[in-house]
DNA sequence: CGGGGCTTTGAGAATCTTCAATTTAAGTGG
DNA sequence: CCACTTAAATTGAAGATTCTCAAAGCCCCG
């Protein structure tokens, strides 16, 4: 259901004698950028596609105005830059150190898929699941509460992470980010995790890492405090 | 940009003496479906592949706890049905009386598109470009004042729609639809509507037939009322 | 012409934002 | 490795916006 889903897949496929993503692989340039760093930015000829290799970034628009806003969080396994014209349509930037990406050559990897129909199975369902997964995060963010919102923000989060044993979601990014990606403000992101904290739906590992102790109360508030 | 641009494609294109996508049309059932039925539902084996051939309809997903969200609108020519998966990933329901759409047998066309390397390029970029806007709508819902939500709303739909020459907007859906998709209140959307009629920005033909005055406050509020 | 859904309007309560200040964490250079 | 500098996170209080509850008007359709 999710792109995160990719490496999994392509574990699980490996016993194929020629999964065409090896292939794939085989054209990848594995590179490293340090946080705050600029992987691709919107607006540019969009000559490649990409992958997260570890770490995690920010998808960001520009709006007409100019102000920036983040519409999406990579986490490793993630594939990027996908246009439907020649120009990139966001801008990608890394937010923890350590992140890592593979960058495809997108006219290599399109010749690729017209030779090998399940290549582009693969990837129209990539693209599909993309999609899938962006219009149910509409539904985290078209709640209406800062309590949903920030509730089912951690709940997704930990679903696209690896679950460590003990639930806890390593965030990597800022309060900034999450209130920014949430339309909400700093302050009532803060505020909220507080109240969570307090009424034992969640607990703090560091500010960044957090451990889920009540996941149906966080998805649904109600439950949580009456 | 939007899938709403397939047909226009299609058009353009038509001087080419074999676009698979006749060979996808050839394949495609038309049917009639009346204001409020639903066309497909999520969950169920996605079979099919569906385009809005007039009319309107909404797309609508549910969350685990069982209520339902518009996450799109669907405008003559856009596509859905997609899946990543064998389920279908959202409930689809006319809004608008006279409403057609396409069904596209969901096997044949994966036969076609697999011998066909345009149309399955077609085919991703159509994906690709559902995705970008989606991305982008969240730009608009991301927005915090209800000025802005809306505001930005009208400005969508009449680039989703055929631009009228006095700038009507034919929305067709409720408001109850539009508070819904907004994750506001119907109260806050009729007031902000009636809002922006008071300032001069919008001007009604009838309810759910909108002219756009300024354009640019819609867009940006700080520049229609200080 | 009656009914039901849709739209609008009002007023009070709840929520969120803004502005301001403090505390904590992180990164840098000596 | 520590002191220093800057960024990030938290908390408080006042003000603005939105939601909820309630009710009235509108309009299409049968």
Same mark, same amino acid.
């Given at each position: ?16 004698? /020629?999964?065409?993503?090896?292939? /794939? ?11 705050? $760093?600029? +992987? ?10 990409? &992958? +997260?290799?570890?770490? =995690? $970034? &920010?998808?960001?628009? #520009? ?31 890394? +937010? ?5 990406? /593979?960058? *495809? ?6 010749? #690729? +898929?017209?030779?090998?129909?399940? #290549? ?13 997964? =962006?219009?149910? &995060? ?7 509460? $800062? ?9 997704? =989060? ?11 979601? &390593? ?9 920014? *990606? /949430?339309? #909400? ?6 505020? %909220?995790? %507080?109240? =969570? ?6 607990? *703090? ?22």
């Amino acid at each position: 259901m999710q792109t995160t889903d990719s490496f999994a897949q392509h574990a699980a496929e490996s016993h194929r004698p /020629l999964d065409p993503l090896v292939l /794939l692989d085989a054209r990848a340039v594995r590179m490293p950028c340090k946080r705050g $760093a600029e +992987i691709c930015r919107a607006g540019e000829i969009a000559r490649f596609w990409y &992958r +997260i290799a570890s770490g =995690m $970034a &920010r998808q960001c628009a #520009l709006s007409a105005d100019g102000k920036r806003q983040i519409v999406d969080f990579l986490a490793p396994g993630d594939f990027f830059g996908f246009s439907s014209t020649d120009e990139q349509p966001f801008t990608v930037e890394a +937010i923890v150190a350590g992140t890592w990406f /593979l960058r *495809y050559p997108r006219s290599q990897v399109e010749q #690729l +898929i017209d030779a090998h129909p399940r #290549l582009s199975e693969r990837f129209r369902k990539l693209a599909f699941a993309a999609l899938s997964r =962006m219009q149910a &995060r509409m539904l985290h963010l078209g709640r209406t509460t $800062a309590q949903q919102k920030v509730g089912s923000f951690l709940v997704e =989060m930990s679903e696209r992470s690896a679950q460590s044993p003990d639930h806890e979601v &390593r965030l990597g990014m800022t309060r900034y980010d999450i209130a920014d *990606y /949430l339309a #909400l403000s700093v302050e009532t992101v803060s505020r %909220t995790l %507080t109240e =969570m904290k307090r009424a034992g739906l969640i607990r *703090y590992s560091e500010a960044r890492a957090i451990q889920i102790l009540d996941r149906d109360a966080l998805e649904d508030p109600e439950l949580g405090y009456s």
